[in-house]
């Protein structure tokens, strides 16, 4: 009897030419090129930075392809909280932490490690067809704790004021409060918003309105920036970069990164680009105030 003849398909040679291909493949992706790590750094917190380190993060990422560096807001207190519950890098703060958060901190084995990394000047901020172009401190402190409600008792017309404020997780708002209303309540008739933009958008359409904002965004916007005098028989004082570097503008804070402990990696990498003269040109550029210039 004629035995069977073998009949050989493609298929031994087809599998081969695949394990070959995926070996080629696996070969490449330990090629150093492949490995390289993601440099990930995440940022959250102040509203009133939160453009800043946009920027910052942008440049950054320009400079170095393999970064990957994440921004968002919310306020202060968001980056606090993040930080505490372990989901940011760097918590952007435009107030130092407050004792509570600290001992919650220590609780929690966390270390916040404080980094300067600009200056800002606090703009109290109106309609430009308001015709209250300066205000003592006392005077700014009678209106948002309620005790002003009338543009009348500060010179102006016999129009209500609407009090505009920060809502109680952003820095400014409790700067503000500690600095300005020295610890006051705001007055109870206090709209809230939640972001210096949106202070700045009602005071552009509501000509009664008083609020305050970041320079950089009292810069940007289509608001009258008040003149704040310390005392009734000062000087008064308006917002810029010249006079909060000066100490002469009264208003005027630094503004903040935390990190967990010393920075290390990426997170160091970053932070001595935002502290270098290339990433403080940036702060110019968004209408804050350098380290340098201070």
């Known amino acids: 009897m004629r035995a069977k003849r073998r009949v050989f398909t493609g298929f031994g040679t087809l599998a081969t030419l695949v394990a070959l291909a995926l070996l080629l493949i696996a070969t490449q992706l330990w090629h150093p090129a492949f490995c390289r790590e993601v440099q990930r750094v995440v940022l959250k917190g102040s509203d009133t930075i939160v453009n800043l380190a946009s920027a910052w993060a942008e440049e950054y990422m ?31 703060c435009s107030r130092r932490w407050k004792q509570s958060e600290k001992d919650r901190a220590a609780r929690l084995g966390i270390t916040p490690v404080e980094h300067i990394i600009a200056y800002d000047g606090i703009s109290v901020v109106v309609n430009k067809h308001n015709p209250v172009s300066e205000l003592t401190l006392s005077q700014i402190r009678k209106i948002f704790n309620g005790s002003y409600t009338n543009w009348r008792q500060v010179g102006g017309p016999s129009k209500r004021i609407i009090v505009l404020t920060r809502d109680t997780s952003s820095g400014t708002y409790l700067y503000f409060q500690k600095h300005v209303l020295m610890k006051d309540d705001y ?32 810069l940007s916007s289509d608001v009258k920036m008040i003149k704040v005098k310390k005392t009734d028989s000062a000087r008064p004082i308006a917002p810029s970069a010249a006079s909060v570097s000066s100490g002469a503008y009264p208003i005027a804070r630094p503004l903040f990164m935390y990190t967990n402990g010393e920075p290390t990696g990426a997170t160091r990498a970053f932070l001595r680009f935002v502290k270098s003269h290339e990433g403080q040109k940036i702060v110019e550029k968004m209408k804050f105030v350098p380290l340098k210039t201070k």
């Open 62 to 92: 320009k400079r170095h392809p393999g970064a990957s560096i994440s921004v968002t807001g919310g306020g202060s207190g968001t980056g606090v909280a993040a930080m505490l519950n372990g989901t940011c890098d760097i918590a952007n």
């Open 187 to 218: 007055t109870d008739k206090a709209r809230m918003l939640p972001s210096n933009a949106a202070i700045a958008n009602s005071v552009t359409q509501d000509r009664w309105a008083i609020g305050y904002v970041g320079l950089g965004y009292a």
